[in-house]
Nanobody
Framework: QVQLVESGGGLVQAGGSLRLSCAASGRTVASKAMGWFRQAPGKEREFVAGINWSGDSTYYAEAVKGRFTASRDNAKNTVYLQMNSLKPEDTAVYYC?????????????RGQGTQVTVSS
């Protein structure tokens, strides 16, 4: 069983930056592709970023490409999402999840989320 806990969310002004962390416990996620997702009020959950098991390959939603960067430290069993040039439309609860495969859907291993609020 894998437990995922996100942290690093908060309130930031437009144009600012935040770094989210997703710490895994229980079992290692070093062999798993991981993803970041977000859900804004009244909207469905959407994909944000994915990273392969080694961290040398990533892909992003068009809305965040060039502004967000996913990375990981397998020695720490942690995945990160660096968010720069934040916009009010980035406001959402951000979740991490283990992916079924790189580029695939999220598995049942998901965190509870961390709130990101971007003020204009």
């Amino acid at each position: 069983q894998v437990q995922l806990v996100e942290s690093g969310g908060g309130l930031v002004q437009a144009g600012g930056s935040l770094r989210l962390s997703c710490a895994a416990s229980g079992r290692t996620v070093a062999s798993k592709a991981m993803g970041w997702f977000r859900q804004a009020p009244g909207k469905e959950r959407e994909f944000v970023a994915g990273i392969n098991w080694s961290g040398d390959s990533t892909y992003y939603a068009e809305a965040v490409k060039g502004r967000f960067t996913a990375s990981r430290d397998n020695a720490k069993n942690t995945v990160y999402l660096q968010m720069n040039s934040l916009k009010p439309e980035d406001t959402a609860v951000y979740y991490c999840a283990a992916l079924m495969r790189y580029g695939g859907p999220p598995s049942s291993y998901r965190g509870q989320g961390t709130q990101v609020t971007v003020s204009s």
